[in-house]
């Protein structure tokens, strides 16, 4: 039975140069109380001075650029391919001058990478969204012509202004065009001041467990409002961590829309796509979500065709150096729990939906 993670990253080594050159976030450095290991500092806030040194940000090591430690891990944990993705915040606070020849750059050394591992690595591209959109519409066509790409990873804030901006118009047209799948993955999480005025006693807890998701939620709910899958009707989408919140707030979501007088005024109910029928149209869902509960309302929202392994790594690492990922266990636990008896379900999910979707040999 094949066995696929499609949400696994990377930073190739290009790309840890690029972050050992600067100084502010995202960043990777040493500080004076701990000289022997690196600290990879890249969400919004991990960098506040206030927080001792050695909380701040992550230990970075060659789990995260050395791509044998990908193959290592894999064998460990009986993965047969990976399509890996560059890691958040991609390339997205590059000035805008550097940022198509960076994405060329980058996209090319990550399909090399998966070139020299055949039938094990596939990638998704990263695209350079603070460059104007025909750069970024560019790199999608040359990405399409990589054999090793199956997509695109991307963050939540677009061209800077979020995903229902009317300037992404033709970069959704060409994903479109090339059939390019999207993977949207958070990275700037909530403002800060939502987590309190203690928020540094509790790592890494709130950012990631609550921020993440209600970011994607959100910028997933914004990209219905503005009627992206009405004009992109065949535009896919992955959405990370089981889509956020959104299975749970489907219903919710929808419910707020049909009883909207501002949007009724405006005719924006009508000929509208529902929030369910794009969600086992157009969205697939990874089973990054660590329990069978959320794991059932993803299969229920979107289906069990449409789910997909992930493992998140190098992200969630033992805290004790055991070399079997208790992170992994548990989501590969919630996938056998949550399908039971139905074992062509859970191979699904497991690989076998991944190869169909993204054209994939193992
Ligand atoms: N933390 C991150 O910054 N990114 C991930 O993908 C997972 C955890
Ligand atoms: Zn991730």
């Known amino acids: 039975m094949p066995v696929v993670?499609?949400?696994?990253h990377v930073y190739p080594p290009s790309y840890m140069s690029l972050l050992r050159s600067r100084n502010?976030?995202?960043y990777v450095r040493t500080f004076p109380d701990a000289p022997d290991t690196s600290r990879l500092i890249i969400l919004p806030g991990e960098d506040d001075p206030a927080t001792p040194s050695t909380a701040r940000g992550r230990p970075v090591g060659p789990e995260y650029y050395d791509i044998k430690q990908k193959i290592s891990f894999m064998?460990?944990?009986?993965?047969?391919?990976?399509?890996?993705?560059?890691?958040?915040?991609?390339?997205d606070f590059l000035d805008p001058s550097e940022a198509g020849e960076t994405a060329r750059k980058i996209n090319d050394e990550v399909n090399e990478l998966c070139e020299q591992h055949p039938g094990r690595l596939y990638a998704f591209g990263a695209l350079p969204l603070s460059a104007p959109a025909e750069v970024v519409v560019a790199e999608i066509e040359r990405l399409?012509?990589?054999?090793?790409?199956r997509g695109i990873i991307m963050g939540t804030s677009g061209l800077g202004e979020g995903l229902d901006d009317p300037s992404l118009d033709p970069i959704y047209a060409a994903l479109e065009k090339h059939q390019q799948l999207v993977f949207?993955?958070?990275?700037?999480?909530l403002p800060w001041s939502v987590y309190g005025p203690r928020a540094n006693e509790y790592g890494h807890v709130l950012p990631l467990a609550l921020g993440f998701p209600l970011e994607t939620t959100i910028a997933v709910t914004r990209m219905l409002l503005s009627a992206v899958w009405d004009r992109f009707q065949s535009l896919q989408v992955l959405i990370a961590h089981s889509g956020g919140t959104l299975p749970f707030l489907a219903g919710r979501i929808e419910s707020c829309i049909l009883h909207d007088g501002h949007l009724a005024k405006d005719e924006k109910l009508e000929g509208r796509r529902s929030v369910w029928d794009v969600l086992k149209t157009n969205i697939y869902l990874d089973a990054v979500i660590y329990s069978e509960v959320g794991l059932k309302a993803a299969i229920d929202a979107s289906g069990k065709d449409r789910l997909l392994f992930g493992t998140d790594n190098p992200f969630f690492p033992p805290l004790g150096g055991e070399t079997e990922w208790l992170s992994v266990k548990t989501n590969y636990r919630a996938i056998t729990?949550?399908?039971?008896?139905?074992?062509?379900?859970?191979?699904?999910?497991?690989?076998?939906?991944a190869i169909r979707i993204l054209r994939l040999s193992s």
């Open 5 to 8: 993670d499609i949400h696994t």
């Open 24 to 26: 502010t976030v995202p």
């Open 75 to 91: 064998d460990t944990h009986g993965i047969d391919v990976s399509v890996i993705s560059l890691a958040n915040p991609w390339l």
């Open 144 to 149: 399409a012509g990589l054999s090793r790409m």
């Open 184 to 189: 949207l993955h958070p990275h700037y999480g």
């Open 337 to 353: 729990g949550a399908f039971g008896d139905d074992a062509d379900g859970a191979k699904g999910v497991l690989g076998d939906n």
